[in-house]
């Protein structure tokens, strides 16, 4: 990244309008547009509540290389511009977080080689000295956490079960390279997982948490060993961080989640929360740990509770996150949302320890809640968007970030009056030159004769009629709601000319428990029904969606689905965009890695499911014949991608018009910049090809 002056200002915060230049003048959203956009990451709040620190990703446009810095904003001033802070030439800064008096910034940083903590100092009218770097650690840091009192600070990353410190070489105790007997290449295992999302794993080494006495401008130990005897990772794989790690206000100790690694690991998803003391570094589990998932450990900050999330169904990966709360001294925690049908995602305390702030998916919008701890109440606190890095303040009003479908994550203050106030504007010049588009959203009657919801988003100001891009969201327990993606972006999509239409059908998130276990051992049944009520009902609604041109699309499940609509609704979409779909049920159970979820949403291991092949698309695949786009990440270990060779292999031999695009150096998402541009590319050309009138092979 380039360097900049430590008291710059920079143009990430506008006043005003949202956006700048009239849209007369704008133009159409382009893949680099998305690609090249800021992403605004994390953000930290200062004990204060005077500063906030928060770090921006930016893209190079020309080369797609991505660094990180960081900025720091001054909340006690409306309307003040944040300033860059702690940039080093040729490095990324991120992750920050204050020290408990508001005079340090603590972050991550690669400038000396490897991920390792650094700090910098902040004067009380905002000026920042010159950063130094904090740690010099063998392996690289994955993410820290400081302790409420300042003299701790609790490190993770990925290390040897052997070694004793954080990174050991070879010839010390911890042998890094475990699954490598010699004297050749192979590994050996004798256990799953063979291998995790994106790589193959490696023997014994796990993510580990280490505290280490924190002295001012240094570490000041050598760390110990928070899992004791313990083996699994924390925080867990493959997504799992610091909100899987909670300091107790005293700093004396920790809560932690850990997925124990056995056998039975890659069927399992039992996540426990474990307590430990600094002092002795013997874990022992939290009283009322269940037999699935326990995880988003959160202590009070008057040391009388912790909060956690629970499901109940082992097995189950997206089950009902319910808020458990255990008295400190008690044996046996409450279930304080038990009556509330909504799966939280996120906890946080207010500071009066008296209710939580916790985030979940409501009919189309990823929001935040107001739980009282007294009585179990449950308030909505925002409205249209998706909301994270919550950070309630003394005075009732809260700090967080959102994105919607027009615009990616900004930081926003809400007041206690429910007032909202935008704090930053960092696409603001660049959205100012794009398009708005539109977006309307509408329910019908689905499956069942149950109330389903979907989206039309479109170009502003368009005229005459819009060809379709009906796009099916992945998981299948997700939804294609009102959020910004850097993958599958509804605007760029529809500033291609399209009108695009999204379907929560049964199975997606936000509606309830109920709806959303409905799709299990049903993946092609009601999924397919809604899918196919709602693509008419959009077009009742919106005259201006010409259904005669249009093409689906889908990843995960939703390339699933278009395998599915290939063989069972072959005659309503001019051509198909299939990422990383599943071809073959039976195929797919012996090759995915976290064997939890294809069991639970099919019924049992394959060899003992009642109807194996009921859903399975390659027994349909005599009725292809729709022009399809086959595409894939060589990484990919959840759906390998020979589940996209072996239908553009079919689609080929059967003379069906068809193009395979792999990426050799990418997982189940797309996330390089040029990879990206190369994909949208890839994929609006095929949607041109296909949807233009007189179309032809």
Not at 308 to 333: I, N, Q
Not at 435 to 452: I, P
């Amino acid at each position: 990244m380039k360097n900049l002056s430590k008291t710059s200002t920079v143009a990430l915060v506008l006043t005003g309008a949202l956006f700048s230049t009239s849209i007369a003048s704008a133009r159409p959203m382009t893949a680099q547009d998305l690609a090249t956009l800021k992403r605004l990451g994390s953000v930290a709040v200062s004990s204060d509540e005077k500063w906030a620190a928060f770090d921006v990703t930016q893209t190079d446009p020309d080369s797609y290389k991505r660094s990180t810095g960081l900025y720091l904003l001054n909340l006690s001033k409306p309307n003040a511009p944040p300033l860059r802070i702690a940039d080093k030439p040729d490095s990324s800064e991120h992750s920050p977080s204050f020290s408990i008096d508001g005079t340090k910034l603590y972050y991550l940083s690669d400038s000396s080689g490897s991920e390792q903590l650094w700090q910098t100092k902040i004067a009380k009218e905002g000026s920042v000295g010159e950063a130094s770097q904090v740690s010099d650690l063998k392996a690289d840091i994955a993410g820290f956490k400081l302790s409420p009192n300042g003299d701790r600070v609790a490190i993770w990353g990925d290390i040897s079960k052997d070694c004793p410190t954080f990174g050991c070489d070879k010839e010390e105790e911890g042998n890094s390279n475990q699954s490598l007997p010699g004297p050749g290449t192979g590994r050996e295992y004798d256990a799953l997982f063979v291998r995790h999302w994106s790589s193959w794993e490696t023997s014994g080494i796990y993510s580990r948490i280490f505290s280490f006495d924190l002295n001012g401008d240094k570490l000041s130990d050598n760390g110990k060993p928070l899992d004791g005897d313990l083996i699994g990772d924390s925080p867990s794989k493959p997504f799992g961080g610091g909100e899987e790690i909670s300091w107790s206000p005293s700093g004396t100790g920790l809560a932690f989640v850990l997925r124990k690694a056995d056998r039975n690991e890659p069927k399992s998803t039992d996540t426990d929360i474990y307590g430990v003391s600094v002092a002795t570094g013997a874990p022992s589990p939290m009283p009322g740990n269940g037999k699935a998932t326990d995880t988003l450990p959160a202590f009070s900050p008057d040391d009388r509770w912790l909060a956690w999330a629970a499901m109940e169904r082992p097995g189950y990966e997206s089950d009902r996150k319910v808020v458990k709360l255990l008295r400190r001294g008690d044996e046996e925690p409450k279930v304080i949302t038990g009556d509330w049908d909504r799966s939280v995602s996120s906890i946080t305390w207010t500071p009066d320890s008296k209710a939580l702030i916790v985030t979940a998916s409501e009919i189309l919008d990823y929001a935040a809640f107001r739980v009282d701890i007294a009585d179990g109440n449950v308030t909505r606190l925002t409205k249209n968007g998706s909301v994270g890095n919550i950070t309630p303040l003394q005075d009732g009003s809260m700090i967080f970030t959102k994105k919607s479908l027009h615009a990616p994550n900004d930081i926003y203050r809400r007041a206690v009056n429910g007032t909202v106030t935008q704090l930053t504007n960092v696409n603001g010049d660049a959205l100012a030159e794009i398009d708005e588009v539109t977006v309307e959203r509408f329910n019908f009657k689905g499956a069942k004769g149950d109330q389903v919801w979907g989206q039309i988003i479109k170009p502003a100001g368009a005229q005459g009629k819009l060809p379709m891009a009906f796009l099916v969201h992945g998981g299948p327990q997700g939804s294609f709601g009102d959020s910004w993606s850097t993958r599958w972006n509804p605007k760029v999509m529809a500033a291609q000319g399209y009108a695009v239409v999204t379907i929560d059908f049964h199975g997606s998130a936000g509606y309830g428990q109920e709806f959303m276990d409905s799709i299990n051992q049903d993946w092609g049944g009601k999924p397919l029904e809604d899918l196919k009520l709602g693509h008419a009902a959009a077009l009742k609604l919106d005259r201006q969606i010409d259904g005669t041109r249009s093409c689906a699309l889908g990843a995960s499940y939703g390339g699933y689905m278009m395998n599915w609509i290939a063989g069972q609704w072959p005659d309503q979409f001019d051509c198909i965009i299939n990422h990383a779909g599943i071809f073959d049920l039976r195929s797919f159970a012996f090759s995915t890695e976290e064997l939890w979820f294809d069991q639970w949403d099919h019924g049992g291991p394959w060899w003992e499911r009642v109807d194996p092949e009921k859903w399975n698309p390659i027994q349909h695949i005599d009725k292809w014949k729709t022009p399809t786009l086959f595409i894939h990440g060589e990484k990919d270990f959840r759906i390998p991608y020979t589940q996209s060779l072996m239908p553009f292999t079919y689609a080929q031999e059967r003379n069906i018009p068809s193009k395979l695009l792999i990426f050799p150096d990418e997982n189940h998402w797309i996330l390089k910049g040029k990879n990206s541009v190369q994909w949208h590319d890839t994929v609006f050309d095929w949607m041109g090809r296909w949807t233009e009138k007189g179309k032809t092979e």
